[in-house]
Each structure stands twice: as C-alpha cells, then as structure tokens.
C-alpha cells in the first residue's frame, strides 16, 4: 500500500478539503480520509491543492510539431491545414512514437493522466499500408506508456478529401478502402491496462454518409467511445448542406453516431436544432479554446449544449498549448467576450470537465475522481508560485482554474505511480530535449 497527504485536495464539490489522505493498493484509491493534521509516517506529501488526473479528451500529437512554425501566414483555418499535411507526409513510425512520447510527456508535465488521441495517419506514403496495418496506431500507444499516461486510442475513418472529392496527396496515408477496411484494421488494435481503443468518424466532408453508421455500430457493439469533428468551420456546414440537405449534426443524428457514448469537437457553427439534437441524445462536447482561438474557428455555445444537456470535455487538439487549466478558463471567458457577461461557470464545473466528464468521454467513466474504487490518479498544483501565491484557502479551486498554468504543476500519480514529481517528468529524463530531437526529424 501506498499513502498520499494532500495539504488540500479537491473531492468534486465546489471547495477543496483540507488534510486528505488518500491510501492506494494496485494502484487504486482504497480510502480516503479527510481532516487529518498532519502527513501520517512514511506517506508521500503532496504539498499544495491536489485534483484528480486531467484528461485531455482531443490531441493529434504530431500537430505538437507546428507550434511555432503557422504564424507568420495570414488566411484561416483551410491555409493552416497545408502546413499540417506537409508535416504529416514526413511521419514514419518510429518518428511518430518519438514525438509522440514527448509530447504526452509534456502533457503529464502538465497534469494530463489520460489522453484521447484522434489518429488519421494510419498508412505509409501513397496509402500503402504497412506490413503490420496498425503501425502507426501501435507506435502511439507505446509512446503513452513510456510517457506513463493513460490513453485512448481514437482509430479515426477518413474516406475522402471532401464532400464528393478523392482523398489526395498526404491525405493518402489517412484513408482505407472503405468503411469495412476500416473496421477490419480498427479491429486488430489492442488496448491494455494503460489504453483502451474508440472510433472517430474524422468529419462528414470526410466520411460519407453511407461509413457513418459502420463507424458507429463499430462503437456500439464494443461499447466504445466515437467522437467526430463537428461544424468546426461555416464552408463545412454549407457544404454539407449543398451535398445532403442537412447540417452536420442533422446527418450524423440520421446515421445514429449520436448519443451518450458519443462526443462531439469544437461543435462551433450550430443551429438551434443542432443544439437540441445534441443535449437531447446526452452526446459530450469537447471545446479546446485555445486551438479554436489559434485557427480562428470561432467560440462555440458551450453553456448552451450543457443546459441542453451534453457534457463538457476539454482538448489540446493542435497541441499549440498544453495546458488544460488554460482550456478550462477558457471556455468562461471566450464566453465573456462573446456575451460581454461574466459568471456562466462555476470553477468546480470547469474542473469537472477536465476530469471526470473528460474521462468519461475517452471510455474511462471510473477515473478522473478522488474516491474509493478509482484508479489513483493525483495531479498537485503549488500555492507559492507567482501565478497561485496568496490564493486564499476558501478559493483554491478558483485558484486552480483561473490562476494556475501547466508550470504550477507539481507532482502527477497515475495508477499510484508517481510520474512527476518536484516538476520533473521521473519517465523521460528530458522532455524539452525530446521534443526538439523529435521535431527536427519532422520539420
């Protein structure tokens, strides 16, 4: 067994709790005792205000290797996509695992236990496939491992360049033949102790309609996640439109892809009817504002779908920030700007998206909770860093969301395993260095 004092820890109300011990056997949460004075003999002190493991429900980890490199061109989200495809025409297997690890490494760094990767590039150049089909896939779920996080492993159909068009190009490498293809090589992946494998349905100028209900009975009969990009982009819905005469979350609602084990990203242009077909099928809503805010796509109605009744998770996506406090705020105060209103979430609401309902919709409803039977899953942010400094003791979870950044993240537990510990990752001796070696290969 092993014992963890939290100074504070956050247990899901709307206050932390002060002195929390939480005891841990096969690395799951075997007691949890509050109001303690002190660090019992021998326990591991986690000093500052402790939460459950973050989940991350929306990262392509080789966009990681973009930061930096797209703000010097003007234009939109359609004119950043070029600049991805030239990177994902470079990735090899064993290219993608180093970048990959190194990204999810930065992600522990950053308080993340648990990822939900959405992975398109499955193939080799030209869309040959590799001697072993899910290469690609495998590489990732090795990366999270060494990295020592959790993952879900979002295998994602892309048919088509767009509605009616061949995929082209770098877009080769994303495509099987078809949906059956998809879901006979989707099939051969393997989860673990540390993975579990869902489905994507990439977009619906992606997949015809026709792949969409093979994706999501793929789902349902494995009881998996499915999560699909949703009316990122206004061309998107009015192509959509041209092409079927339905919006996008009408289609996918047609070919039964909604629903409570389903999750839709960004959800940005919607209509009203959009709104309630996705509050009413309880279908989760990822928002990841910083990516959002990066290629211009828009602030999505996330306090809408979730009075309506959808679930809110946070994503990384492009990976142009890591750093799911700065996801969470931002989903308030994007709100702020667009309504000119404060106050539409409260902190607590927030945290909950970024861990249990985040969890949830990566397939892991157990986790993201500080309580007996979860997997022991710990995330601490310091109180004396500049950003958190003077954070008074009735306000910590209010501190956490709307103060603290990835730097103030201390120590990360995940499975009772400590992966960082004082701020340094104990897995992968150095992330930076990691990340450039990795990049550098890329780019």
Not at 34 to 55: C, E, F, K, M, S
Not at 61 to 75: P, S, V, Y
Not at 92 to 109: C, I, K, S
Not at 298 to 309: E, K, N, Q, S
Request: aromatic letters at 6%.
């Amino acid at each position: 067994m092993t014992v963890f004092f939290a100074d504070h820890a956050w247990l899901g109300g709307e206050a932390a709790v002060r002195g929390v011990v939480v005891e841990v056997t096969g690395g799951r949460v075997t007691a949890v005792r509050q109001g303690v004075a002190a660090p019992p003999p021998g326990a591991v002190h986690l000093r500052g205000v402790t939460v459950p493991g973050l989940a991350n429900a929306h990262s392509h980890a080789f966009h990681r290797a973009l930061r930096g490199r797209t703000q010097r061109e003007r234009g939109t989200f359609w004119t950043w996509r070029r600049q991805m495809y030239d990177v994902a025409a470079r990735l090899t297997p064993d290219g993608y695992h180093a970048l990959a690890r190194a990204a999810y490494a930065e992600m522990a760094l950053a308080g993340v236990t648990c990822v939900g990767e959405f992975h398109y590039v499955h193939h080799d150049t030209g869309g040959r496939p590799y001697a072993s089909p899910n290469a690609m896939g495998e590489a990732l779920l090795a990366a999270a491992a060494e990295a020592g996080i959790r993952i879900t492993l979002l295998d994602t159909c892309y048919l088509r360049g767009g509605f009616g068009m061949p995929l082209e190009g770098p877009q080769l490498r994303f495509g099987d033949r078809d949906a059956e293809a998809w879901a006979e090589r989707a099939s051969g992946l393997r989860g673990g102790e540390h993975a579990r494998v869902g489905a994507a349905v990439h977009s619906v100028r992606a997949v015809p309609s026709e792949a969409i209900g093979v994706v999501g009975g793929w789902a349902r009969e494995r009881g998996a996640p499915l999560h699909f990009h949703l009316s990122e982009q206004v061309a998107e819905n009015e192509a959509c439109l041209s092409a079927y005469g339905r919006t996008p979350a009408e289609l996918l609602a047609e070919h039964g892809a909604l629903g409570p084990l389903s999750t839709a990203v960004h959800a940005t242009h919607l209509t009203p009817h959009d709104r309630t077909l996705l509050g009413e099928s309880r279908t989760g809503v990822c928002m990841c504002p910083t990516t959002e805010r990066d290629l211009a796509d828009g602030i999505g109605p996330a306090r809408v779908l979730a009075d309506a009744g959808s679930p809110l998770s946070l994503g990384s996506d492009s990976n142009a920030v890591v750093d799911l406090f700065e996801e969470a705020r931002g989903v308030e105060l994007d709100e702020r700007l667009a309504t000119r209103e404060r106050g539409h979430w409260l902190a607590a609401d927030l945290l909950r998206a970024a861990t249990s309902d985040g969890h949830a919709s990566l397939g892991w409803p157990e986790a993201g909770r500080i309580e007996v039977g979860a997997p022991a899953d710990l995330v601490t942010v310091t109180l004396d860093s500049v950003r958190t400094a003077g954070s008074p003791a009735d306000a910590l979870v209010e501190s956490v969301v709307f103060a603290a950044t990835a730097a103030d993240v201390r120590e990360v537990v995940v499975g009772g395993r400590r992966v960082v510990a004082d701020g340094r990752h104990l897995l992968v001796d150095d992330v930076p260095a990691a990340l450039a070696a990795a990049i550098a290969e890329l780019t």
